[in-house]
């Protein structure tokens, strides 16, 4: 995938994250897409390993890989989180 792939992938992900997950509001445009590629990275390789098949579940800019990068978003958030020591705030479901 493309680096401009990348970034919007990241992008959307790390808004969607922002909007499931309170306690993240510190990080800015720039840190939400940051964490929106790594949760890219890391949807991916989740993916890869617990849906049969072994397939690339990052490539090209679809459904499945926002729903993939999103949810590794939201785990890449709550991890930040955890190692930074913070509590969510706000009313969120996560």
């Known amino acids: 995938m493309g680096i401009i792939s990348w970034l919007v992938v990241g992008a959307i992900a790390g808004y969607l994250a922002g909007f499931l997950v309170k306690g993240d509001e510190g990080l800015g445009v720039i840190g939400k897409i940051v964490l929106g590629i790594i949760g890219a990275l890391i949807g991916g390789f989740l993916a ?35 190692i930074r020591g913070r509590t969510r705030t706000g009313s969120g479901p996560l």
């Open 48 to 82: 890869g390993i617990l849906i049969p098949g072994g397939g690339d579940y990052v490539t090209g800019i679809n459904f499945t890989t926002i729903i993939v990068a999103t949810i590794g978003a939201v785990i890449a958030v709550i991890g930040w989180n955890a």
